[in-house]
């Protein structure tokens, strides 16, 4: 069993920045990717960003030059930074680690409102 639990949510101003962490605790020796999702009110849970075990990413459109995924392997931490925010980035961020079996492990999620 793997445990993630996120920080860093809050209200921010269009324009401005925030960093999402996201502490694992647990077997963490058994996740290979880490990826960060968000849901907005009414809409699916969509990916963010993927970080692989070889420090390769990936990033949804809507956010690439403007969000980056960082891990800190030693301190079973995950990042998100966010800079540029849009109003249409609002959403409960999520933290999610898939292992090398391909089961995925989530977080409680936090709230990022960004206003106009």
């Known amino acids: 069993q793997v445990q993630l639990v996120e920080s860093g949510g809050g209200l921010v101003q269009a324009g401005g920045s925030l960093r999402l962490s996201c502490a694992a605790s647990?077997?963490?020796?058994?996740?290979?990717?880490y990826t960060w999702h968000r849901q907005a009110p009414g809409k699916q849970r969509e990916l963010v960003a993927r970080?692989?075990?070889?420090?390769?990413?990936i990033y949804a459109d809507a956010v690439k030059g403007r969000f980056t995924i960082s891990r800190d392997r030693a301190k079973n931490a995950l990042y998100l930074q966010m800079n540029s925010l849009k109003p249409e980035d609002t959403a409960v961020y999520y933290c999610?680690?898939?292992?090398?079996?391909?089961?995925?492990?989530w977080g409680q999620g936090t709230q990022v409102t960004v206003s106009s």
């Open positions: 999610n680690a898939i292992s090398w079996t391909a089961r995925g492990f």
């Open positions: 970080i692989s075990l070889d420090g390769s990413t």
């Open positions: 647990g077997s963490t020796s058994s996740i290979n990717t």
